[in-house]
């Protein structure tokens, strides 16, 4: 169940950010603009939500009592995989987002225009 709603979280923040970027495009910047300040912008939002939900499986994270055992590893790999996806949602997507662009969105029509 823990990693469902990790998964949310990730998705949730992914789209967050994608969908800033995209009405920035719709607003006529171009995608380096459009990335770089929607993942300024959107950073805050991202953290919240993911700091939110770390905070919430931190007490069982360190809790010591009586079957605790069994929470206590999975409540530690959901708060690392929040961490780090956190990370890869503000570093990854964005680049990720602006290679598809250059591959199959408008950086091709450009590229095939001009040849």
């Known amino acids: 169940m823990g ?3 990790m998964v949310g979280i990730v998705v949730s923040n992914s789209i967050l950010v994608v969908e800033f970027i995209r009405r920035l495009r719709a607003d006529g910047k171009s995608v380096r603009e459009a990335v770089a300040l929607a993942c300024r912008v ?6 919240m939500t993911s700091l939110a939900a770390a905070l919430g499986m931190l007490p069982a ?5 009586i079957g605790s055992d069994t ?3 999975f409540a530690i790999v959901i708060i690392g995989g929040l961490i780090s996806s956190t990370l890869l949602t503000m570093l990854l997507l964005p680049t990720l987002y602006e290679l598809a662009d250059r591959w199959f969105g408008t950086g091709r029509k450009k590229r095939r225009g001009a040849t």
């Open 71 to 73: 929470q206590r590893p």
């Open 3 to 5: 990693v469902v709603m």
């Open 42 to 47: 959107r950073l805050r939002p991202v953290l």
């Open 61 to 65: 994270a360190l809790s010591h009592a």
